[in-house]
């Protein structure tokens, strides 16, 4: 019988679907992208119609960590977390809610958080109070590449609960960490225990800055929103270290003897941002159009996947969370039940794809959304829209009026379904750090 996984969940942040070459993406001027996310991708499966929980990072996270709708948290309510919540005691994810590093803790895996938290901060949040051994990163949701100060300008990059000042450039950082994790448990190294690590990347998100521009952090230091800078090339370059970084973990799997009963996978938080390729979709953070909540998910484990397979399952954050406690035989806490359901079997090819409803809503502009079979109802800015998403990805022609009954039944759904969750508080805040007076809108 194969032993119980290693399990590595790399994220992403404001990714967009298209960004990287194995969904289409267009090489740079200096090459190919993503070279290593696309070798895992041809290795392994690639979901095309997988999504986020959310279009806005931190209560995506809230999903990720307890493979439940992140409405059922007071702090997910928050579009997103922000700076100002610091102090708060209830805008985090609270230490008593099982968490899937707390729950693979308690069945005898070794945890890591390397990469971004946002899920409140100290004393009354942290990832060490949520089930991970050991963190390294910053606890907000943006930070400098270089001098890792947040949005209010105050440092954040952190060694468990302590203020860590260490040089260098943000991404790199994280991927060396991720290394010497990998490389500290291995067997020999170790108890011999298997280990989850989160690696969850800042990047692409702003301020948009390579290897290269270090003297772009006094630039931004008032404004990490850079809304006078950054390109697509920039952006790319990124993208670029991050793919290299992931490299070097897999390379360090692969010389500790580890990479074979390694489940990796990746994903974004939500879809793209401002230099973002979400190409055919349209709309992006912060939108429940295509664009906000489609993104890539690969899977790589060569003792389990099959090379080179695609799946049109229809997925969210939450439900590889459950995936991953399946596949390391953890159980759920019965006080605390899953809306995330294992992928396993399809990781495994037992079966093809299965019906998965997937339900949204969010308090920016009022939208909802409901995704079931090829059929999506959508309401932004109290306009009701229904669309075959396979035959118009781009969410262009709104069939509600030729299809009324079908609209009135998603409609119904999504109704039932929002009835089943807690309210959206009247004191919840949207965040948005730009708006169309900054860039036209998409």
Not at 138 to 154: C, K, L
């Amino acid at each position: 019988m194969l032993n119980r996984p290693n399990i590595i969940f790399i994220v992403a942040d404001d990714l967009g679907f298209a960004d990287l070459g194995c969904y289409g993406g267009r090489e740079a001027e200096f090459g190919p992208v993503s070279p290593v996310l696309d070798g895992l991708a041809a290795q392994g499966l690639k979901f095309t119609q997988g999504y986020a929980n959310s279009p806005v990072c931190s209560p995506t996270r809230f999903a990720l960590m307890t493979a439940r709708y992140q409405y059922r948290l007071r702090g997910a309510a928050e579009e997103p977390i922000n700076s100002k919540s610091k102090g708060s005691t209830t805008l985090g994810l609270p230490p008593e809610h099982p968490t899937l590093p707390s729950l693979l803790k308690d069945s005898g895996y070794r945890t890591a958080l390397i990469g971004k938290w946002h899920l409140g901060y100290p004393p009354n949040f942290s990832p060490l109070k949520s089930g991970y051994d050991e963190f390294f990163g910053p606890m907000s949701g943006g930070v400098d590449y270089f001098s890792h100060a947040g949005n209010n300008g105050m440092h954040d990059l952190y060694s468990g609960e302590e203020e860590k000042h260490e040089d260098g450039y943000l991404t790199d950082l994280l991927s060396h960490r991720a290394v010497n994790y990998v490389e500290r448990m291995a067997p020999g190294a170790a108890q011999g225990s298997p280990f989850f690590l989160s690696l969850h990347y800042t990047a692409p998100h702003w301020p948009w800055e390579t290897r290269e521009d270090h003297a772009l952090a006094q630039e931004v230091k008032d404004n990490l929103f850079h809304l006078h800078g950054g390109n697509i090339h920039t952006y790319r370059r990124m993208i670029h270290h991050m793919d290299e970084g992931i490299g070097w973990v897999v390379d360090a799997l692969r010389k500790t003897g580890q990479l074979e009963n390694t489940l990796i996978v990746f994903t974004s938080d939500n879809g793209g941002e401002r230099f973002s390729d979400n190409w055919p979709l349209v709309g992006g953070k912060m939108d429940l159009t295509e664009g906000g909540i489609r993104v890539p998910w690969i899977a790589h484990w060569p003792a389990v996947i099959q090379s080179g397979r695609t799946s049109l399952q229809h997925c969210m954050t939450m439900d590889w969370s459950a995936t991953m406690l399946a596949a390391a035989g953890a159980k759920p806490d019965p006080g605390y039940p899953l809306d995330g359901v294992s992928l396993l079997p399809v990781l495994q090819a037992e079966h093809k794809e299965f019906a998965r409803p997937l339900h949204w809503r969010m308090n920016h502009r009022g939208q909802r959304a409901l995704r079931d079979g090829d059929w999506k109802y959508l309401r932004v800015d109290g306009c009701d829209y229904l669309f075959n998403i396979p035959n118009d990805e781009r969410e262009r022609a709104n069939l509600g009026s030729r299809q009324p009954d079908r609209l009135a039944a998603m409609r119904q759904a999504w109704e039932n379904w929002n009835a089943s969750m807690p309210s959206i508080p009247a004191d919840a805040t949207v965040s948005l750090g730009y708006s169309y007076k900054d860039m036209p809108q998409r």
